[in-house]
């Protein structure tokens, strides 16, 4: 029979809803069981794409025996750890701090009262390799339980208060010297940069795009040669990845990271949260290089996601699966990679002439491709993942082809493999819509729009923020975290109010209507209200005392998704300049003198937020688009906007002035009185364009020559000024 999990929305806990385990979701229910019955908890958090999370339940949670232990023993509950944030951080932060490292599936024993007394990751069914076994680690816990519980309890007391004690933010009095900050970070930076390779250390590699978000901001503040290098260190990154196995040359779109240090052998999990920054990422790289090659990888992942990713009613759904099914006829039967490898005979049958080509091309090898380093298990032996092996032009010659053959060649050998491919059987699709990843994805989408001044890119983005108004916004105006099978679950965090908010404020900038900037505005006072801690001047996480946290965690790492605190301090940044209100600022200020130990510390660990500072101590620059009684703006595409939007300018704000905009910009909710009159006299389409900083803005322009000009003069960082200086 199934258990408790059977009802749920999350597509990790479904799976395990008909384990022998009588899993329970977390809540009340599971919380007032276990202390009614006096029993310790064992909380599993995981996600439903994860490898290893699979490989423990096949191992442990399906086994009648070792469930059976887990029955008698404890009371045990799943979470999904993209549902619960908080929950994961919580419990992350000491499995860490008591072996040194951390990951999933989590396996966590607490208290009844919640607190954690042991913990670690994936256990293996018997002892192995110096690992304790699963039963083993029950066994020992219950009988610590039934012999030691009073040594359990203060031992997890205990771990919550030093917890608690090292989790509180290193603040700053003032404000951290960015010039200081950008110079360490930046020499951080080369002295782990993987010249060769490109990336930051060694195997595994995994994208971190806020580190490229930081080393284009860079490009400007640096002197030379340091700045250019800094941009050299992320396009060279970036085409590594673009060539390597860890994209998916056939469909478009990354997976997780590389298990070796070439980019070759991925883990082929794919996630929302990749695809969102990595597609700014590339597009960003594109803006400053010129590389067609970043542009084009970054519309493969726009394509991948549109196609596999998106709800038919716009949101975006949260990742797909490592594992498929190696055959139809036994679904069962699953593999890591299944759906994206090759021998080299399929490849050859299905390619026929173009094969020993795009063999080539792609590294293909008839004993398979992955070498020991990426593959010491031999899991894909005899099979080849699909790798840039060498130059276009290298390849064409040796073939007697002209490039430009070749690339037609590449097009249609593409298009037939993935034909191919799409009849296979799929990896599991995570369908649930999870808000802050949406937020990311909107971004990346209107990024898109601007940078390439096609609407269609804008579209997507504004239906998907319809989606979340629709499904994940309560009536008085709160986020849900997750939606899925029609119905939202779980109140927001501040991950899903910071990346909304900023995935809003860059539809209104592309263009897409002041209504945005309206949202924006208002989701940033749900998230004051909920999340920001007074006394410090940051967002919390999660706050001790509320939807059961033991721990007040306050995010300050930057790593696959930027914390929350970088972000609002951008988008608190952004609305500060928009509006003219300096309370906004001021609020970005505190999050950055909250976070200033990490900043003048250990920068590298929060680029995001060194992006944050870099923001707060440039001078503001802003261009306003203003045509009269036209209604909405035109956006992307339209001439004059195209000098804002090709162009790389970071601390360049837009602002397109439809009805919305300007009776949001003008006194009270704004501190613009000369808005209003801006355009005046001009029906019709948009004609003008004002430049302005602060409150002082020049002569309007009308062609995008003259707005180049002015752009050309006006912006970049100010070396001696700043916002909060």
Request: glycine share 10%; aromatic share 8%; with cysteine.
């Amino acid at each position: 029979m199934a258990n408790a999990l059977a009802g749920e929305r999350s597509p990790y806990l479904l799976q395990h809803k008909d384990n022998p385990v009588d899993w329970m979701p977390w809540g009340e229910a599971a919380l007032r069981r276990a202390r009614e019955k006096d029993r310790p908890i064992f909380l599993s958090i995981g996600y439903s794409t994860c490898h290893w999370c699979h490989v423990m339940e096949h191992e442990s949670f399906e086994s009648e025996g070792i469930a059976a232990l887990m029955n008698e023993g404890f009371v045990n509950i799943k979470v999904d750890r993209e549902e619960r944030p908080d929950l994961d951080l919580t419990y992350m932060a000491f499995v860490q701090a008591t072996s040194g490292s951390g990951g999933w599936p989590m396996s966590v024993w607490l208290t009844p009262e919640l607190k954690p007394f042991l913990g670690g990751t994936y256990f293996p069914p018997e002892d192995r390799g110096g690992r304790p076994g699963f039963p083993a680690m029950l066994r020992h816990v219950i009988k610590l339980w039934k012999d030691d519980r009073q040594l359990l309890v203060e031992r997890g007391d205990s771990v919550v208060a030093q917890l608690q004690e090292g989790l509180r933010p290193r603040s700053s009095a003032i404000l951290p010297d960015g010039e200081n900050v950008f110079r360490e970070v930046f020499q951080t930076l080369l002295d782990r940069y993987d010249h060769h390779r490109g990336g930051f250390g060694g195997a595994p590699k995994f994208p971190r795009p806020c580190v490229f978000d930081l080393l284009f901001r860079l490009r400007g503040r640096l002197d030379e040669p340091k700045g250019m290098r800094a941009q050299e260190m992320g396009v060279h990154s970036l085409i590594a990845m673009a060539r390597g196995g860890m994209h998916d040359q056939v469909g478009g779109g990354f997976h997780r990271y590389s298990v070796d240090g070439n980019w070759h052998v991925p883990h082929f999990e794919k996630m929302l949260y990749d695809q969102a920054q990595l597609a700014v990422s590339y597009l960003e790289g594109f803006q400053l290089s010129g590389r067609a090659e970043l542009a084009e990888t970054a519309r493969g992942i726009l394509r991948y996601v549109t196609r596999d990713l998106m709800h038919p009613e716009g949101g975006f759904y949260s990742a797909e699966d490592a594992d498929s099914a190696v055959s139809e006829e036994d679904a069962s039967a699953k593999k890591e990679g299944a759906f994206y490898v090759w021998t080299h005979a399929d490849l050859q049958e299905v390619l026929g002439d173009d094969g020993a080509a795009i063999g080539a091309l792609y590294g293909v090898e008839k004993a398979g491709n992955a070498t020991s380093d990426g593959d010491p298990a031999g899991e894909f032996r005899g099979e080849n993942i699909l790798y840039q092996a060498r130059p276009l032009h290298e390849v064409a010659k040796e073939f007697s082809m002209s490039p430009e053959e070749l690339l037609q060649v590449r097009e249609r050998s593409l298009t037939r493999l993935k034909e191919v491919r799409d009849a296979r059987p799929r990896p599991h699709l995570d369908d649930k819509i999870l808000t802050a990843w949406n937020g990311l994805m909107i971004s990346a989408f209107t990024k898109a729009a601007r940078v390439f001044g096609e609407t269609e890119y804008l579209d997507v983005a504004k239906n998907a923020a319809r989606f979340l108004e629709k499904n994940l916004r309560t009536a008085n105006g709160f986020l849900f975290r997750s939606f899925r099978a029609g119905s939202a679950g779980v109140a927001g965090f501040a991950s899903d109010y910071a990346f909304v908010i900023r995935g809003y404020l860059d539809i209104f900038e592309a263009g897409g209507g002041g209504i945005w900037l309206e949202k924006a505005i208002n989701l940033q006072a749900k998230l004051d209200s909920l999340y920001l801690d007074k006394d410090s001047g940051v967002y919390l996480s999660a706050a001790a005392g509320h939807h059961d946290a033991i721990l007040s965690i306050v995010e300050d790492y930057d790593g696959a998704e930027p914390s929350p605190n970088s972000v609002a301090a951008c988008n608190l940044l952004r609305l500060g300049g928009i509006l003219q209100r300096p309370e906004f600022t001021e609020r970005a200020a505190g999050v950055l003198r909250g976070l200033g130990g990490v900043l003048e510390k250990s920068p590298f660990t929060a680029p995001e937020l060194v992006v944050a500072l870099d923001l707060a101590t440039a001078e503001a620059t802003q261009v306003m688009f203003a045509g009269g009684t036209s209604d909405p703006l035109p956006g992307p595409g339209d001439p004059l906007r195209l000098p804002v939007d090709a162009g790389f300018f970071p601390h360049l704000q837009v602002l397109p002035l439809d009805s919305v905009a300007r009776a949001i910009l003008v006194p009270p909710a704004g501190n613009r009185e000369g808005v209003a009159a801006m355009g005046a006299g001009k029906d019709g389409p948009m004609m003008a364009a004002y430049l302005c900083q602060g409150m002082q803005c020049q002569a309007p322009v009308e062609s995008p020559v003259a707005l180049s000009k002015l752009l050309a003069q006006n912006s970049g960082p100010a070396k001696d000024q700043g916002r909060m200086l």
